[in-house]
Antibody
Framework: QVQLQESGPGLVKPSETLSLTCAVS?????????WGWIRQPPGKGLEWIGS???????YYNPSLKSRVTISVDTSKNQFSLKLSSVTAADTAVYYC???????????WGQGTLVTVSS | EIVMTQSPATLSVSPGERATLSCRAS??????LAWYQQKPGQAPRLLIY???TRATGIPARFSGSGSGTEFTLTISSLQSEDFAVYYC?????????FGQGTRLEIK
């Protein structure tokens, strides 16, 4: 069974960089599929941030592209998110998931709340 | 970017009745449309993919229909556990986009 688990700081200061990692178990990232990040501000809807293929090919949400970097470490079977220059508007629950083109999002992490505050 | 618009924003239905949720895409997404259910404090759960195929373990009272730009999620005979927020999502084009959600509440 495929499982995803997010990890990283729950509190980030404004203007700093948010960093999260998603560990995948039950499936080898190198076997295929896109893997990505989705966020949900408190009380609001879902926003796709970006996705990465095991080869390193990435796609980002244009609204966040200038601040986002997603990377993959196939040796550790995990992928990571970096979001720079954060503000309070970046406060959200961040989910990692198996998400890409032509495939629905069938596996999600439990989500981790990241608060941007000084 | 494909904009997904869900209606209504909130739907009040009595247990045992049928609920019909709509999702419209700003351009064709073929059948690359999914529906998710989200309960408070939980990650979304995949209900329907390919516009009409139930995901593993999803009860038969959930059904999806449509293609192109117009889609519908129908829940027949609502159970207490079905009251939640529902999102549609297109996975036909980058960027992936979601609808704003429909809150299904008990009448």
């Amino acid at each position: 069974q495929v499982q995803l688990q997010e990890s990283g700081p729950g509190l980030v200061k404004p203007s700093e960089t948010l960093s999260l990692t998603c560990a995948v178990s039950g499936y080898s990232i190198s076997s295929g599929y896109y893997w990505g990040w989705i966020r949900q501000p408190p009380g609001k809807g879902l926003e796709w941030i970006g996705s990465i293929y095991h080869s390193g090919s990435t796609y980002y949400n244009p609204s966040l592209k200038s601040r986002v970097t997603i990377s993959v470490d196939t040796s550790k079977n995990q992928f990571s998110l970096k979001l720079s220059s954060v503000t309070a508007a970046d406060t959200a629950v961040y989910y990692c998931a198996r998400c890409g083109i032509a495939v629905a999002i069938d596996y999600w992490g439990q989500g981790t709340l990241v608060t941007v505050s000084s | 970017e494909i904009v997904m618009t869900q209606s209504p924003a909130t739907l009040s239905v009595s247990p045992g009745e049928r609920a019909t949720l709509s999702c419209r895409a700003s351009q064709s997404v073929s059948s690359n449309l999914a529906w998710y259910q989200q309960k408070p404090g939980q990650a979304p759960r995949l209900l329907i993919y390919g516009a009409s195929t139930r995901a593993t373990g999803i009860p038969a009272r959930f059904s999806g229909s449509g293609s192109g730009t117009e889609f519908t999620l129908t829940i027949s005979s609502l159970q207490s556990e079905d009251f939640a927020v529902y999102y549609c999502q297109q996975y036909n084009n980058w960027p992936l986009t979601f609808g704003q959600g429909t809150r299904l509440e008990i009448k």
